[in-house]
C-alpha cells in the first residue's frame, strides 16, 4: 500500500476513534449500565429504531443491514455488548433435546451443502436441541450429488436428501426450505441457516409471538460474527462465546439468517422462489411477500454467526441473482404470489425450471 495511503487510512481510523470516544461511549456505557434491556436500542448515530407495541423489541427504520459503528472503531464495546446480551439470553449445547416430540409445534429447517460447514452445522444444531419450554423439531437438507452427511447427523435430526439436477448447480436456498416445510410437522417453520447459534429461549419467544396472532416473525436484534479464530474455539473446544470481542455486530437483518412463519401462510404465499439460483436475493424477495401477513418486525433476541469462507458467487460483481431479485421485486407482491403457488414449490427432484 503507498505511504500517502496508509497515513490517509490512520487518520481516519484516529478521527474515527475520537469521534466513538467523544459521542458514543458515554451511550453505551448507559445502555450496558441499565438494569432492564436498555442495550437494545443501541444504533448507530444516523439510525432510527421503532420501539414494539407492548414494548419489547425494536424495529430497524432503514433499509438492508448494517454493522454497529462504535464496537468496530473500540472492540471491547462490541465484547461487553455480547456478554450482557448473551446472559440475558444464553445459548445451551445440548447433544439431545429435552422436548423432543413426535407432535411439535415449529419445525426448524436448515438447507446444507459440503463438509466444509459441517463443524458450524453441528453446533448450530445443538443449539436449537437446547431450546427450552418448546416443542420443537428439526429437519436438515442436504443438496448435493451423494449423501455427505447423514450418518455424521444427530439421531433426534430429521434428515432429507435432494440430488443435484445438475452437478454443476450452485445452492439453492430457496429449493431446500421449500422441500423441508412440505415435509414439516410442526405449525411453525423457522427457516433458519446452518451457521447461526440460538439462544435457549428461541422457540419459546417465537411460540409467544404465534399464541399472539402473528403469521411471520423476526426476533434478531443483534447478530454477532465471530472471526474465523474465535469459531473455531468455540466449534473445537467449547469455549466461551464472550471471551473474545466479534468481528462484526449486525442489524436489521430481517429476511436473512432466521425467521419464523405460519405453515399455511408460508405455501399461501407460495413459499420461497426457486429461480433464485446461488447466492443472495432469495430472501429479500420473499421477505417482500411476507410484509402481506401479520407480522411481528421487532427484534429483542441476540444470534451468533459462526465464520465460514465466502459462499461461492457471493462476492462476484453484478452476478444474476441481484438481478433477478430486482426484476422479481418490480413486480407486484399479489401477483408474484399468484404465480408462484401455480408453481407447486418443494419438488424433490429439482428446483422450478430445472
Known amino acids: 500500500m503507498p505511504y500517502g495511503n496508509v497515513f490517509s487510512k490512520k487518520y481516519r481510523d484516529l478521527r474515527n476513534l475520537a469521534g466513538v470516544l467523544v459521542k458514543d461511549c458515554h451511550r453505551y456505557e448507559e445502555a450496558l449500565s441499565d438494569t432492564d434491556e436498555g442495550y437494545l ?26 454493522d454497529l459503528h462504535a464496537p468496530k472503531c473500540l472492540p471491547r464495546l462490541g465484547k461487553r455488548l ?128 404465534v399464541n399472539e396472532g402473528y403469521e411471520a416473525i423476526n426476533l434478531k436484534r443483534f447478530i454477532f460474527y465471530l472471526s474465523q479464530g474465535h469459531s473455531v474455539e468455540v466449534v473445537s473446544n467449547h469455549r466461551l462465546i464472550e471471551q473474545r470481542a466479534p468481528e462484526v455486530i449486525v442489524q436489521n437483518l430481517e ?49 451468533v454467526h459462526l465464520w465460514h469462507a465466502p459462499q461461492s458467487g457471493k462476492l462476484q460483481h453484478g452476478r444474476s441473482t441481484i438481478s433477478l431479485y430486482e426484476t422479481r421485486s418490480a413486480i407486484p407482491a399479489a401477483e408474484r404470489v399468484a404465480e408462484l403457488t401455480a408453481r407447486n414449490p418443494g419438488n424433490l427432484h429439482a428446483p422450478f425450471g430445472r
Not at 44 to 56: F, H, M, Q, T, Y
Request: hydrophobic residues 35%.
Open 82 to 209: 455480547m456478554k450482557r446480551a448473551l446472559e440475558n439470553h444464553p445459548i445451551c449445547r445440548a447433544t439431545i433435546p429435552q422436548n423432543q416430540s413426535d407432535d411439535p409445534d415449529i419445525s426448524f429447517i436448515i438447507g446444507h451443502r459440503g463438509i466444509d460447514r459441517l463443524p458450524n452445522l453441528l453446533v448450530t444444531l445443538e443449539s436449537i436441541a437446547g431450546q427450552k419450554d418448546a416443542r420443537f423439531e428439526c429437519i436438515v437438507i442436504e443438496q448435493s450429488e451423494t449423501e455427505l452427511i447423514r450418518n455424521r447427523l444427530p439421531s433426534w435430526v430429521r434428515y432429507i436428501h435432494t440430488l443435484l439436477p445438475d452437478e454443476n448447480m450452485p445452492y439453492c436456498r430457496a429449493w431446500a426450505f421449500n422441500v423441508g416445510a412440505k415435509a414439516a410437522l410442526g405449525q411453525t417453520l423457522v427457516l433458519h441457516d446452518n451457521d447461526m447459534m440460538v439462544p435457549f429461549d428461541y422457540a419459546k419467544e417465537i411460540s409467544e409471538r
Open 41 to 66: 436500542a443501541l444504533c448507530n448515530r444516523d439510525e432510527r429504531l421503532e420501539v414494539a407495541p407492548n414494548g419489547k423489541g425494536y424495529r430497524c427504520v432503514w433499509n438492508w443491514t448494517s
Open 255 to 303: 429476511a436473512g439468517g432466521s425467521v419464523a412463519i405460519n405453515r399455511d401462510s408460508f405455501f399461501r404465499l407460495g413459499g420461497f422462489d426457486e429461480s433464485f439460483v446461488g447466492w443472495g436475493g432469495e430472501d429479500n424477495e420473499f421477505w417482500e411477500r411476507v410484509q402481506t401477513l401479520k407480522t411481528w418486525p421487532y427484534g429483542y433476541l441476540p444470534i
